[in-house]
């Protein structure tokens, strides 16, 4: 009997110690799945965040480029065009031309879209505004229609802005 009370003895000790070993390899792999759940959560946090600083960003800078043209065209009507002029308009187009690269790089297609679409008709009445200053405007381009196209310019940014809201959460 000796030998069957130590086999018995030998079980008991090995469940005991098995039980613990699969308690603490449960409770690991509890904490594993916890910690991958944390740094998934704050990596959407981050994405978040990298996503609302761009887009407010580029947002601004859309908005300072619309309005720098928008001030270049007066002075070209009014008084002629300074050097500070250029240099206040080149500078609106090259925030936006950096903020719009960035964009290029973190927004989801529906926000990329209306921002492209905002790129296009920024830099295209940049040009022409540039030709009209040069004096070489192209077919059918005036200050008229540099005018036009710079005022039709705050429709696609409405449609940037509420897809950039809509990709938020926000509203």
């Known amino acids: 009997m000796e030998i069957g009370a130590m086999v018995i003895a030998v079980a008991g000790v090995a469940g005991t110690l098995g039980g613990a070993l699969l308690t603490q ?55 002629g065009v300074e050097e500070a002029d250029r240099a206040a308009l080149d500078a ?38 540039k030709r009209l200053e040069r004096g070489t405007p192209g077919p059918g381009e005036s200050m008229e229609s540099a005018v036009a196209a710079q005022q039709g310019i705050w429709g696609p940014l409405r449609e940037m802005r509420a897809a950039m809201r809509a990709d938020l959460g926000v509203g």
Not at 40 to 49: G, K, L, S, V, Y
Not at 96 to 109: H, L
């Open 25 to 79: 390899r449960g409770a690991a792999r509890a904490k594993r799945r916890e910690i991958e759940l944390v740094r998934a959560h704050d990596e959407i946090r981050e994405n978040q965040a990298l996503r609302r600083s761009c887009y407010t960003e580029l947002n601004r800078d859309a908005r300072q480029f619309t309005t720098a043209l928008n001030r270049h065209l007066h002075a070209m009507r009014e008084r």
């Open 92 to 129: 609106a187009k090259d925030a936006f031309r950096d903020r719009y690269s960035e964009a290029q790089m973190i927004a989801p297609d529906p926000v990329l879209a209306p921002a492209t679409e905002v790129h296009h008709a920024l830099t295209a009445v940049y040009g022409q505004v």
